[in-house]
């Protein structure tokens, strides 16, 4: 092993970790549609527009490991924490019913679970999306060393 390959070989378990989360997030998503029959509403279809590729795009840069996919994997972390972090507000009711993207089917703003009395679907979501990014953006820095 060269002194080159070592700042490679401390990112690749940030972004296995990346695609551990977008697994499980992805599993839970059609866990909660598909089992539970939970309809998502158009914010959460947003998030898994964004969440669903990353189970694909990561394990293509994995094997073998190419630096650059945290540079394809990023954009996507970022607008599904974006979207998250909307939905998130719109249910605290700081953005404005005016500004609701559902207009038909299931309301944004609806709680369908909350697990210990704060943890809802959105909420997981934007862990999910801020543990990717988190990972990715320490994989970035490793790489750059």
């Known amino acids: 092993m060269t002194a080159g390959d070592r700042p490679l070989d401390a990112a690749w378990p940030l972004v296995f970790g990346c695609w551990v989360v977008a697994g499980a997030s992805t599993l839970g998503a059609l866990f909660l549609s598909e089992v539970m029959e939970l309809p ?5 279809w947003y998030q ?13 840069g994995l094997f073998p490991f190419d630096p650059r996919i945290v540079r394809y994997a990023l954009p996507l972390a970022v607008g599904g924490w974006l979207v998250a972090a909307f939905h998130l507000l719109l249910i605290a009711g700081i953005i404005p019913e005016s500004m609701k993207p559902c207009t038909q089917g299931v ?3 609806d ?3 909350q ?4 943890v809802t679907i959105p909420l997981l979501s934007f862990v999910a999306f801020s543990t990717i990014c988190a990972l990715l953006i320490g994989a970035r820095l490793r790489i750059s060393r």
């Open 40 to 44: 998502p509403c158009v914010l959460c």
């Open 48 to 60: 898994r527009i964004f969440m669903f590729p990353l189970v694909i795009l990561l394990p293509l």
């Open 107 to 109: 309301p944004c703003a």
């Open 111 to 113: 709680v369908q679970i």
């Open 115 to 118: 697990w210990l009395g704060f």
